[in-house]
């Protein structure tokens, strides 16, 4: 079966409850079940192994669109995420703009939202976590205060495999005093308040961009794949995501060039 935007059932409603809306603002964090069906999400699933084979002669580190993570033990770089990811396929762009997550977000926001960016991480067998961080970065001027990302499970998501680990509470402001600095230490936060994000395949997380989080090792055998889908309130500047591309990509040709004998591309 081909895979179009036909093969979404955008007719499908979802509401977040006044329940999960106050979780959202205490804990800077939700939760919401089976958001997509299981057919949706094997026609979700059918389209990664699709940009994966496809596009393998461009999974390149000199490539802006493609990182690597590497291996927890043995240091070998796996490839890691496509960043962007909506102009090589009409479904996860359609997933984006799909008014299960519009509708919670404009909940939350009490406005619609805006995409800023999208990025498809595949977490390879073995492949290492991130560290704890917030994602929205002090050293940025005029990034939106705004900035959430939502969290969809294409594969099952758990400790096992380095489900994404939250920490309650934390969203009201920067842990860090120094701007420079992004990647927090573990005694920023209290490990009472860790939640570990386990997820089956359909269902979403939505977090908050100052919520603390990182992840561990992939120690399964197989990915864990999730689309992590990042917005902002309209009234919080609009539509960011060509002019926070631009800046984004400009910062990582400048990192690459000196690391690299290639010359850094985006394809």
Request: with cysteine; net charge negative.
């Amino acid at each position: 079966m081909a895979i179009t935007a036909q093969t979404i059932d955008t007719g499908r409603t979802a509401k977040i409850s006044s329940e999960q809306l106050k979780a959202y603002h205490d804990d800077g964090f939700v939760i919401l079940r089976s958001l997509f069906s299981p057919a949706e999400m094997d026609l979700i699933q059918q389209e990664c192994d699709r940009l994966l084979a496809e596009y393998s002669q461009f999974i390149d580190p000199l490539n802006l669109r493609c990182r690597f993570m590497p291996h927890h033990k043995s240091g070998e770089p796996l490839f890691e995420v496509f960043d962007p990811v909506n102009d090589l396929s009409e479904l996860l762009h359609q997933v984006c703009f799909d008014v299960r997550i519009t509708s919670a977000l404009e909940a939350i926001y009490q406005e619609p939202a805006e995409l800023f960016k999208e990025k498809l991480i595949y977490k390879m067998p073995g492949a290492n976590g991130y560290r704890l961080h917030q994602d929205i970065p002090q050293s940025w001027p005029g990034w939106p205060c705004s900035f959430l990302t939502v969290l969809l499970a294409i594969d099952g998501c758990s400790r096992s495999n380095g489900c994404t680990e939250v920490y309650r509470g934390y969203h009201g402001g920067f842990l860090l005093a120094d701007p420079s600095e992004y990647m927090l230490s573990d005694d920023c936060v209290c490990q009472s308040r860790r939640e570990f994000l386990e997820l089956g395949s359909g269902d979403v997380a939505i977090f908050h961009g100052l919520t603390p989080h990182g992840s561990a090792a992939n120690q399964s055998a197989g990915t864990r794949r999730a689309f992590y889908i990042s917005y902002n309130a309209r009234s919080d500047g609009g539509d960011q995501r060509h002019s926070h591309y631009d800046a984004f990509q400009a910062m990582l040709k400048d990192r690459l060039i000196p690391e690299s004998t290639g010359v850094p591309y985006f394809r």
